[in-house]
């Protein structure tokens, strides 16, 4: 069988630099050591994290933990969280991935400014509610779908500046995108979706329309794992999601030819590489 491994597939930068910072406070025995909330979307990873001694704290920032070591999540929180977290006593550290980073100073900025923010993106996501933190007031949307872009409605007179959660659809950002500027508001456009993010989404189509089975691994609740699959689920009908090597059988794969392999931003390499294995049996 002919196996194609994305070359994108597997942890992205601002993961493998939340994965390490984790792994250098434990090599150097901080303790209590604590992530507010998983560190990333990988129930592997965190639960490797666990077994060495990191906690990880309810997300919410006025519950009792013993003062010690916060590292916060590749996602990153809201500015309130930050400043609870402190108040409490805690030593942060801060591993939001730095392009999430750079949306918060523009949201900030813009906000300030008197602009209405509008997010495109997942309201539940962590990523998102964290942005939606550093908003000045409350003259903001969160835009998830075409519905709710056909829906939104301000001030005509209105300046708006529209961001998006980092790992969002780069084709349907352009969508939504399009819908808010035909209502003929004031607009500026940031677009926020990771570099890498665009990459993997554009070589997974590729691959996936291309192969006769596509396989993606990741978490169930990664939302770029998520869109990696409904790309690729409309290129190739034998498409399959899993989070690791023992969730699917060769066997699922004995009639076909080919196989496309992809991972989203918060899957392990070691993880991968079983996959690719068993693949190839």
Same mark, same amino acid.
């Given at each position: 069988?002919? +196996?194609?491994?994305?070359?994108?597939?597997?942890?992205?930068?601002?993961?493998?630099?939340?994965?390490? +910072? +984790?792994?250098?406070?434990?090599?150097?025995?901080?303790?209590?050591?604590?992530?507010?909330?998983?560190?990333?979307?990988?129930?592997?990873?965190?639960?490797?994290?666990?077994?060495?001694?990191?906690?990880?704290?309810d997300e919410n920032p006025d519950a009792d933990y013993e003062p010690?070591?916060?590292i916060i999540r590749s996602h990153g929180v809201t500015r309130q969280v930050e400043e609870t977290l402190k108040k409490k006593g805690h030593n942060i550290i801060d591993a939001t991935c730095p392009f999430v980073k750079k949306i918060h100073r523009a949201v900030d900025e813009h906000s300030r400014a008197g602009e209405h923010i509008v997010i495109i993106g997942n309201p539940d996501h962590p990523e998102v509610r964290g942005i939606v933190g550093w908003i000045n007031g409350n003259d903001y949307s969160v835009i998830?779908?075409?519905?709710?872009?056909?829906?939104?409605?301000?001030?005509?007179?209105?300046?708006?500046?529209?961001?998006?959660?980092?790992?969002?659809?780069?084709?349907?950002?352009?969508?939504?995108?399009?819908?808010?500027?035909?209502?003929?508001?004031?607009?500026i456009v940031l677009n926020t979706i990771c570099?890498?993010?665009?990459?993997?989404?554009?070589?997974?189509?590729?691959?996936?329309s291309k192969v006769d089975a596509m396989v993606v691994i990741g978490s169930k609740n990664s939302s770029n794992t998520q869109k990696l699959y409904e790309i690729c689920k409309t290129r190739c009908n034998d498409t399959y999601y899993i989070q690791t090597a023992d969730d699917f059988q060769s066997s699922d794969l004995s009639s076909i030819e080919s196989v496309g392999i992809t991972a989203g931003a918060s899957t392990p390499n070691n993880i991968i590489e079983e996959v690719q294995k068993k693949c190839q049996k």
């Open positions: 069988m002919k +196996v194609i491994l994305a070359e994108s597939a597997g942890f992205c930068f601002g993961v493998q630099r939340a994965v390490d +910072v +984790v792994k250098k406070q434990i090599s150097e025995g901080t303790k209590p050591l604590y992530t507010y909330g998983p560190i990333i979307h990988n129930e592997e990873v965190v639960r490797e994290f666990e077994e060495s001694g990191v906690k990880v704290m010690g070591t916060v998830p779908d075409e519905k709710s872009a056909f829906n939104f409605s301000v001030n005509s007179q209105a300046s708006i500046c529209i961001v998006s959660q980092t790992t969002f659809n780069h084709n349907k950002f352009q969508e939504l995108v399009e819908i808010i500027n035909q209502k003929g508001y004031h607009i570099d890498a993010t665009n990459k993997r989404q554009v070589e997974a189509a590729e691959i996936a």
